[in-house]
């Protein structure tokens, strides 16, 4: 391969990314923007090429991403988690079901570090978990796999098992908040960003991003969705980078994975499966809406489903969300907790 140089380099990661992105998008597949864009660049880089990734682009996106994420946090929805609360308490404990019983397959059958498998384990926040866990320094081939895995075959197979093909839905499109509420959330985030970056909080620019969101929807101050460009933009680059952070990838690596994936896929299904019967049984919740509320794939992707199948949106929103919140207010600890047990082999390498 050429030895190219950086602003080329960046360029070709670039192309390769959107040339993923575009073809995800094209063939209708999930999250095309963060999946598609991923795997593009994987593709370079399992034909031997160096890919290039700056910080500031990072950055940049996750900010973006965090904002988005953040802004899903309105007073509706904080609403309509207190019209659910036995239902949302199924789906907490839902949630750690998955990740414990994921996680032990990963770890049991198939000999996966413990901080891998419990990072390819956590259920419906694929683009946060992925960000994170290449700002950490994981296997980001196994992580991504077992992600992208859990939610393409969701997608696929969720319309038929809810078989709600008599039913009408449409998405609903939420009011874009205005350029200068816009810039004004940006501006909050980016202090917040520095103020995390400052106490050593990995991924800060995410997690400033989404606190600002947050809080500026949370309160009703400066309401609406941003507009939608700006998640495209986000995941993309966020693809972007958690491909570059996969080192050595080959097609036969990626094959091996599948096993693994399909098992924690197993794993994790037969625990949504008891928590939808639950939600159904002792929150009365519709069927439809259970499956698809429970269901452990990306946030975007299980909501825009719901909604084109015509189920609640709120409900959904409320439990998709919920579980997003709940998943990046842990990543935190547990990205401590992580750092806390490689110290000891640090010392001992020293």
């Known amino acids: 391969m050429p030895d190219f140089g950086p602003a080329m380099l960046l360029l070709r990661t670039l192309a390769a990314g959107l040339a993923g992105a575009l073809i995800f998008k094209a063939l209708g597949l999930p999250a095309a923007w963060l999946s598609g864009s991923m795997v593009g ?9 160096r890919v290039a990734m700056p910080d500031l682009l990072r950055d940049v996106g996750l900010l973006f991403a965090g904002v988005a994420m953040g802004s899903a946090i309105t007073p509706e929805m904080l609403e309509a988690v207190a019209r659910y609360p036995l239902s ?14 994921s996680r032990f397959v990963l770890v049991r059958f198939f000999n996966w570090p413990k901080d891998v498998a419990l990072f390819g384990s956590l259920p419906g926040a694929m683009s946060v978990v992925l960000a994170t866990s290449a700002a950490a ?3 980001m081939s196994r992580v991504a796999i077992v992600q992208a895995f859990r939610v393409f075959f969701l997608v696929a197979i969720l319309p038929s098992a809810v078989n709600f093909s008599a039913t009408t839905g449409r998405v ?3 009011e874009v908040i205005t350029a200068p509420a ?6 909050f985030a980016l202090a917040l960003a520095f103020l995390f970056e400052r106490i050593r909080m990995l991924a800060p ?4 991003g989404m606190a600002a969101g947050g809080l ?5 101050w400066l309401p609406g969705a941003p507009p939608a460009f700006i998640m495209d933009a986000s995941m993309f680059l966020i693809g972007i980078f958690a491909g570059s952070r996969i080192a050595g990838i080959t097609l ?8 693994p994936a399909v098992v924690s896929f197993v794993a994790a299904m037969a625990v949504t499966i008891m928590g939808v019967v639950l939600a159904i049984l002792i929150a009365d919740v519709r069927p439809a809406e259970a499956i698809i509320a429970f269901a452990p794939g990306g946030l975007e992707a299980m909501i825009v489903l719901g909604m084109a199948l015509g189920l609640d949106p709120l409900y959904l929103a409320s439990h998709q969300v919920g579980r997003f919140v709940v998943i990046a207010a842990a990543l935190p600890f547990l990205l401590r907790r992580r750092a806390r047990n490689l110290k000891p082999d640090a010392s001992s390498g020293a």
């Open 88 to 101: 949302l308490l199924i789906l907490a404990m839902t949630i750690v079901g998955i990740t414990l019983a």
């Open 216 to 220: 500026t929807h949370a309160t009703g």
């Open 205 to 208: 620019f995410m997690f400033g």
């Open 182 to 187: 816009f810039a004004l959330m940006m501006a």
């Open 252 to 259: 036969q690596a990626v094959r091996s994975l599948f096993l």
């Open 41 to 49: 660049v994987v593709f370079l880089l399992a034909a031997g090429s």
């Open 172 to 174: 609903i499109e939420a």
């Open 137 to 139: 320094g994981m296997d």
